[in-house]
Protein backbone atom coordinates (compact mmCIF):
# COMPACT_ATOMS: atom_id res chain seq x y z
CA UNK A 1 0.00 0.00 0.00
CA UNK A 2 0.65 3.40 -0.81
CA UNK A 3 0.53 6.15 2.04
CA UNK A 4 0.85 9.85 1.98
CA UNK A 5 1.19 11.76 5.43
CA UNK A 6 1.49 15.48 5.67
CA UNK A 7 3.02 17.84 8.42
CA UNK A 8 3.45 22.04 8.71
CA UNK A 9 -0.27 23.00 9.38
CA UNK A 10 -1.48 24.90 12.10
CA UNK A 11 -2.13 28.59 13.06
CA UNK A 12 -0.90 31.24 11.81
CA UNK A 13 -1.35 35.50 11.55
CA UNK A 14 -2.47 37.15 7.99
CA UNK A 15 1.00 37.74 6.01
CA UNK A 16 2.98 34.89 8.02
CA UNK A 17 4.35 32.00 6.48
CA UNK A 18 3.93 28.10 6.88
CA UNK A 19 5.93 25.37 4.96
CA UNK A 20 3.73 21.83 4.46
CA UNK A 21 5.16 18.72 4.02
CA UNK A 22 3.81 15.68 2.57
CA UNK A 23 5.85 12.28 2.38
CA UNK A 24 5.32 9.11 0.51
CA UNK A 25 5.94 5.54 1.73
CA UNK A 26 5.39 2.00 0.59
CA UNK A 27 5.07 0.23 -2.37
CA UNK A 28 6.25 3.04 -4.76
CA UNK A 29 8.09 2.21 -8.30
CA UNK A 30 7.44 6.18 -9.41
CA UNK A 31 5.53 9.05 -8.87
CA UNK A 32 4.32 11.11 -11.54
CA UNK A 33 2.59 14.44 -10.62
CA UNK A 34 2.41 15.65 -6.44
CA UNK A 35 -0.19 18.46 -5.42
CA UNK A 36 -1.61 20.36 -2.91
CA UNK A 37 -5.62 21.03 -2.55
CA UNK A 38 -7.20 22.79 0.07
CA UNK A 39 -10.71 22.57 1.16
CA UNK A 40 -12.54 25.62 3.17
CA UNK A 41 -15.64 24.71 5.15
CA UNK A 42 -19.04 24.03 3.35
CA UNK A 43 -16.60 24.73 -0.08
CA UNK A 44 -15.49 21.97 -2.83
CA UNK A 45 -11.87 20.72 -2.69
CA UNK A 46 -9.48 22.82 -5.10
CA UNK A 47 -6.27 22.52 -6.12
CA UNK A 48 -3.48 24.70 -4.70
CA UNK A 49 -0.22 23.63 -6.80
CA UNK A 50 1.07 20.85 -8.74
CA UNK A 51 4.31 19.61 -9.80
CA UNK A 52 5.44 16.98 -12.58
CA UNK A 53 8.52 14.77 -11.52
CA UNK A 54 10.69 16.61 -13.50
CA UNK A 55 10.01 19.76 -11.94
CA UNK A 56 6.99 21.60 -13.82
CA UNK A 57 4.56 23.49 -11.93
CA UNK A 58 1.40 24.79 -12.31
CA UNK A 59 -0.74 27.38 -9.81
CA UNK A 60 -3.94 28.77 -9.86
CA UNK A 61 -4.39 32.56 -9.89
CA UNK A 62 -5.63 33.12 -6.31
CA UNK A 63 -2.38 31.72 -5.26
CA UNK A 64 0.21 32.57 -7.80
CA UNK A 65 3.42 35.14 -6.00
CA UNK A 66 2.78 33.55 -2.63
CA UNK A 67 2.52 29.65 -3.12
CA UNK A 68 5.75 28.08 -4.22
CA UNK A 69 5.32 24.27 -4.52
CA UNK A 70 8.45 21.43 -4.73
CA UNK A 71 9.54 18.19 -4.45
CA UNK A 72 12.68 15.94 -3.78
CA UNK A 73 12.29 12.92 -5.97
CA UNK A 74 14.69 10.82 -3.83
CA UNK A 75 12.50 11.41 -0.31
CA UNK A 76 9.23 11.11 -2.22
CA UNK A 77 8.32 14.56 -0.20
CA UNK A 78 6.26 17.31 -1.59
CA UNK A 79 6.20 21.04 0.10
CA UNK A 80 4.68 23.77 -0.32
CA UNK A 81 6.05 27.24 1.15
CA UNK A 82 3.42 29.26 1.71
CA UNK A 83 3.96 33.05 2.05
CA UNK A 84 2.08 36.36 2.45
CA UNK A 85 -0.79 33.95 4.11
CA UNK A 86 -4.56 35.22 3.89
CA UNK A 87 -7.20 34.60 5.82
CA UNK A 88 -9.41 33.01 2.87
CA UNK A 89 -6.15 30.22 2.62
CA UNK A 90 -7.70 28.63 5.36
CA UNK A 91 -8.89 25.28 5.28
CA UNK A 92 -7.54 21.59 5.58
CA UNK A 93 -4.86 20.90 2.92
CA UNK A 94 -4.51 17.69 1.30
CA UNK A 95 -1.60 16.10 -0.86
CA UNK A 96 -2.01 13.72 -3.22
CA UNK A 97 0.13 11.21 -5.83
CA UNK A 98 0.11 9.62 -8.83
CA UNK A 99 2.01 6.43 -8.34
CA UNK A 100 2.94 3.95 -9.95
CA UNK A 101 3.67 0.90 -7.47
CA UNK A 102 5.30 -1.96 -10.32
CA UNK A 103 5.64 -2.04 -13.71
CA UNK A 104 2.84 -3.01 -16.08
CA UNK A 105 0.40 -1.60 -13.48
CA UNK A 106 -1.28 1.69 -14.04
CA UNK A 107 -0.57 4.61 -12.31
CA UNK A 108 -3.22 5.45 -9.40
CA UNK A 109 -3.50 8.61 -7.22
CA UNK A 110 -3.20 8.73 -3.19
CA UNK A 111 -4.31 11.21 -1.22
CA UNK A 112 -3.29 11.97 2.50
CA UNK A 113 -5.30 12.57 5.37
CA UNK A 114 -5.48 16.45 5.36
CA UNK A 115 -3.46 19.31 7.48
CA UNK A 116 -5.35 22.07 9.12
CA UNK A 117 -4.26 25.52 8.28
CA UNK A 118 -6.12 28.51 9.99
CA UNK A 119 -5.04 31.83 9.07
CA UNK A 120 -6.48 34.50 11.53
CA UNK A 121 -6.90 38.26 10.84
Known amino acids: QVQLVESGGGLVQAGGSLRLSCAAS????????MGWYRQAPGKQRELVGN???????NYPDSVKGRFTISRDNVRKTVYLQMNNLEPDDTGVYYC???????????????WGQGTQVTVSS
Open 26 to 33: GIIFSIDV
Open 51 to 57: ITSGGNT
Open 96 to 110: NADVLIRVGAEFRTY
